[in-house]
């Protein structure tokens, strides 16, 4: 069974970090490409940051360029999200997802077949 697993989501005040890490298993992913997604209530699920399979390529929204930093770990299959710099409106579900049709349309969530349950990121003001 494929599965993404999401952890280290949690309330924070502004200006603070987080790191989240995404487990796969299932299958390797270290050919695939892996992304960063959120959803916040009332909004539609809209893209984060993406990382190429060995890791050479990154691509951020414009939103978050700078404050967060998306690594991975082909070895333990696993992807992070390094988030500094929190801002309120980043207040949101965060999903991992994967993609094995390599390095393109990176900010939309049909290209990736795989996704994850989400873990929660609460940044208060």
């Known amino acids: 069974q494929v599965q993404l697993v999401e952890s280290g989501g949690g309330m924070v005040q502004a200006g603070g970090s987080l790191r989240l890490s995404c487990a796969a298993s299932?299958?390797?992913?270290?050919?695939?490409?892996m992304g960063w997604f959120r959803q916040a209530p009332g909004k539609d699920r809209e893209f984060v940051a993406s990382i190429s399979w060995g890791g050479g390529s990154t691509y951020y929204a414009d939103s978050v360029k700078g404050r967060f930093t998306i690594t991975r770990d082909n070895a333990k299959n696993t992807v992070y999200l390094q988030m500094n710099s929190l801002k309120p409106e980043d207040t949101a579900v965060y999903y991992c997802?994967?993609?094995?049709?390599?390095?393109?349309?990176?900010?939309?969530?049909?290209?990736?077949?795989?996704w994850g349950q989400g873990t929660q990121v609460t940044v208060s003001s």
């Open positions: 299932g299958r390797t992913f270290s050919s695939d490409t």
């Open positions: 997802a994967a993609s094995d049709r390599g390095w393109a349309n990176l900010r939309i969530s049909v290209q990736y077949g795989y």
